[in-house]
């Protein structure tokens, strides 16, 4: 059948468990082996990987009816240079959607859920057979769009490292992350496991979960119940009442939290917590001799190095994330 149109479209995709699998074992049979010897249920990835790579071929099938289509692995996004006028389809979980994002500059991006049965997919808000319908009102400008706010780390040699969910700065290993930090007015030597800094999207994940903690831990430790924090601008104890870390994917704000900040004759412990802003960055200096790095979404093999001298300052992304709803 004839395309309808000559609009460029970008499928991403990902490899399975079980592709990982043969990858890592070289057949089939092996694969098999080893998940088997372990215990688990075999059929499930078999499962998977065919429910993936039909709903993959499917999808393919009607974009080419709808435009020009180009199928994009993961692994290559990194180095993949998209056109201005390209439109992306992704088609995976929600760790692929945030993955893809941070790469694009303005293209709108769709998220297809390959397996509703198998995943909720917050950010995968269509299936395949939707595509028909969305991929025309996407090039006529018809669909709603989210924006999503980006985090940024820049280094003093010039990197650069773009968060969808959050950033990650600290050990490489479970060791302590060493490093100066300055916020506002106010300077710090940490010992840590690491700073979260969280996108409004990623304020119900990771940085979810550090809030959560600490609000109970705080809230057990504290008579009454009566939860309170350091404000990090001034230090003084204030009172907060059930925050539970989520806020807006397109607030114009960052919330960073320092892991498990240890106070000692060389370390402080009371700058943990903030908001950053246009107008409000936060700078730190690593002190850490090997093993420091910055990574975002989770994605480790992805990373810029934070050794011992290395500044980077923490900001909001110039550019934001642009999802078709």
């Avoid at 000559?6 to 694969?31: C, G, M, P, S, Y």
């Avoid at 010039?158 to 490489?172: A, H």
């Avoid at 490093?179 to 106010?186: D, L, M, P, T």
């Avoid at 950053?276 to 790095?293: D, P, R, W």
Wanted: charged share 20%; proline share 3%.
């Amino acid at each position: 059948m004839q395309r309808t149109t000559e609009n460029k479209i970008i499928l991403v995709v990902r490899r399975t468990r079980l592709d990982e699998l043969i990858a890592r074992f070289n057949t089939l049979a092996q694969a098999q082996f080893y998940v088997e010897h372990l215990g688990a249920d075999f059929s499930d990835y078999v499962q998977e990987h065919e429910t993936y790579k039909k709903v993959v071929t499917a999808a393919e099938s009607q974009l080419r009816q709808l435009g020009r289509v180009q199928v994009l692995d993961r692994d290559f996004l990194p180095n993949f240079i998209f056109a201005e006028q390209d439109t992306v389809v992704v088609l995976g979980q929600d760790g692929l959607v945030a993955n893809t994002v941070k790469y694009l500059n303005g293209q709108l991006m769709i998220g297809v859920n390959p397996d509703p049965q198998r995943w909720d997919g917050v950010l995968l808000p269509f299936q395949v057979a939707d595509l028909s319908k969305v991929i025309p009102d996407v090039f006529a400008q018809r669909r709603p769009i989210k924006e999503v706010t980006m985090a940024k780390a820049t280094l003093n040699n010039g990197q650069t490292l773009y968060g969808v969910n959050d950033l990650f700065i600290g050990p490489k290993s479970h060791t302590s992350a060493l490093y100066q930090i300055k916020f506002g007015q106010r300077q710090e030597q940490h010992s840590s496991s690491g700073i979260i800094v969280s996108t409004g999207l990623g304020s119900t994940g990771w940085f979810k979960s550090l809030v959560v903690g600490a609000t109970g831990i705080t809230q057990a430790l504290i008579k009454g119940g009566e939860l309170m924090a350091v404000d990090s601008y001034t230090g003084r104890l204030t009172q907060h009442q059930n925050y539970d870390g989520n806020f807006p994917w397109n607030a114009d704000y960052l919330h960073f939290t320092v892991r498990e900040p240890f106070p000692s004759a060389t370390s402080a412990a009371t700058l943990v917590f903030g908001k950053i802003t246009a107008k409000q960055s936060m700078f730190l200096v690593s002190q850490m001799a090997e093993n420091g790095i910055i990574f975002s979404d989770g994605i480790e093999n992805d990373f810029l190095e934070f050794n011992s001298g290395t500044q980077a300052t923490i900001g909001l992304a110039e550019k934001r994330g642009y999802l078709v709803i």
